[in-house]
């Protein structure tokens, strides 16, 4: 699902930021800021497409819907629009958090455009996703060196978004 990011979805994800700056988690994961702020937008534009789901930002969700449940909001930089065989990681560290469905968002590296790209539930996302160790060699045609333990699923594996 293609969607525009607007001035607002932007603000919204730097005042975000500036808050999550002043708190705690700020001192332990200071180089991330820059994550943080794309993960940011991801929530902003999914927060205007689900406009009635309560934006929570906790370590387990970003948001509450679809009939109260935890929802992590997972976004990622891309220069284009997904396809069934991408990959969509989430950190190992990320696993031990216990959101009831992972949504995965696209970000084009410009930010004029952010793809819904689709969901999974947790349990779901653990029984598909295959585990790439820090190191490791992503084999196929887009190599890709893991600089941290990660799990991922393919695209085709998610879930359609309603």
Known sequence: MKREVTDQDIRWAREKLAVWKAGPRYLREMDKGDNVLVGYIGDAVFKRRYPHFEHVDTPDADFIGWGGKKIDVKT???????????????????????????????????????????????????????????????????????????????????????
């Open 76 to 162: 990622s930089l891309s220069n284009g629009a997904p396809r069934g065989y991408y990959w969509r990681q989430i950190p190992l560290v990320d696993m031990a958090r216990k959101p009831d469905v992972y949504v995965f968002v696209m970000l084009n590296r410009g930010w004029e455009t952010a793809y819904i790209v689709g969901r999974i539930s947790r349990s779901n996302f653990k029984e598909r996703a295959v585990t790439r160790l820090a190191g490791t060699i992503r084999p196929g045609l887009d190599p890709f060196v893991f600089r941290s333990d990660t799990c991922e699923a393919m695209v085709r594996d998610l879930d359609k978004i309603f």
